[in-house]
């Protein structure tokens, strides 16, 4: 069974980063039949695709978000991490992180919370 877990600081201040670790069991994050995303949903607002990485390491940004925004993935602990640079309030969602497929996304983390504010 395929698991995902995102673990990080629930409490960003204005400017600083933003990071979080998507810890993936079940599956390795090396298989090239999928890639791995963040999505994010701020209250009261719908879910935004953030990125994705791939085989390869190969990272593709949410235009939004790219001048901004860095993933990576540490293969010897099963994870790949999101880091978001000077947040901003609007910032303040949770965050999820799942699988990408050709059918979408399944499955998801539990999502983690997190709030900029100072």
């Known amino acids: 069974q395929v698991q995902l877990q995102e673990s990080g600081p629930g409490l960003v201040k204005p400017s600083q980063t933003l990071s979080l670790t998507c810890t993936v069991s079940?599956?390795?994050?090396?298989?090239?039949?999928?890639?791995w995303s963040w999505i994010r949903q701020p209250p009261g607002k719908g879910l935004e695709w953030m990125g994705v990485t791939g085989y390869g390491s190969n990272t593709y940004y949410s235009p939004s978000l790219r001048s901004r925004i860095f993933m990576s993935r540490d293969t010897s602990k099963n994870q790949f991490s999101l880091q978001l640079l000077s947040v901003a309030p609007d910032d303040t969602a949770v965050y999820y992180c799942a699988r990408m497929r050709s059918r979408g996304f399944d499955p998801w983390g539990q999502g983690t919370q997190v709030t900029v504010s100072s």
């Open positions: 079940g599956v390795s994050i090396t298989n090239s039949d999928y890639a």
